[in-house]
């Protein structure tokens, strides 16, 4: 088996609710569009900070633009950070190679702004490079 991955890149944190459900509230329009599901397994990575941790997702009101971590995630970011938050699943391995993942980018408010099936080759000097 090999691994196969959806993104939602750089999504900015609107919320962190301590005493709420632990979990991470997304957008539902947000979680539609990268493939995620209520209650999937999640994987978030703070780019301000460098946490990295594992919850599960929740559906958050839609149009909101809402990523809000909760519980004891709340611990691990701050207001505006800017967050990657992916979702792993198994593939047979002869459909590793085929397989598209699904990048959702998001603007400063969290909605849409690009959506893509990879990311660029980074060239040496961290350039990145149509390949």
Same mark, same amino acid.
């Given at each position: 088996? *090999? ?7 750089r999504a900015t ?9 632990g979990s991470c ?14 209650? #999937? ?8 900070? *460098?946490?990295?941790f594992v919850t ?6 839609? *149009? ?6 909760? *519980? ?42 690009? #959506? ?16």
């Open positions: 088996m *090999g691994a196969s991955s959806d993104h939602l890149h944190v609107t919320d962190c609710e301590l005493h709420y459900e509230a997304i957008d539902e329009d947000l979680l539609e569009a990268a493939n995620l599901a209520e209650n #999937e397994q999640i994987h978030v990575w703070n780019i301000n900070n *460098g946490e990295r599960y997702a929740i559906r958050g009101q839609r *149009g909101s633009g809402i990523i809000s971590l909760n *519980g004891s995630a709340a611990r691990r970011a701050s207001l505006g950070d800017l967050v990657i938050i992916a979702a792993f699943g198994l593939v047979p391995e002869e459909q590793v190679r085929g397989h598209r993942p699904k990048l959702v980018f998001v603007d400063e408010a969290n909605f849409i702004k690009e #959506e893509r099936a990879h990311i660029p080759v980074q060239a040496a000097d961290g350039e990145a490079f149509a390949a």
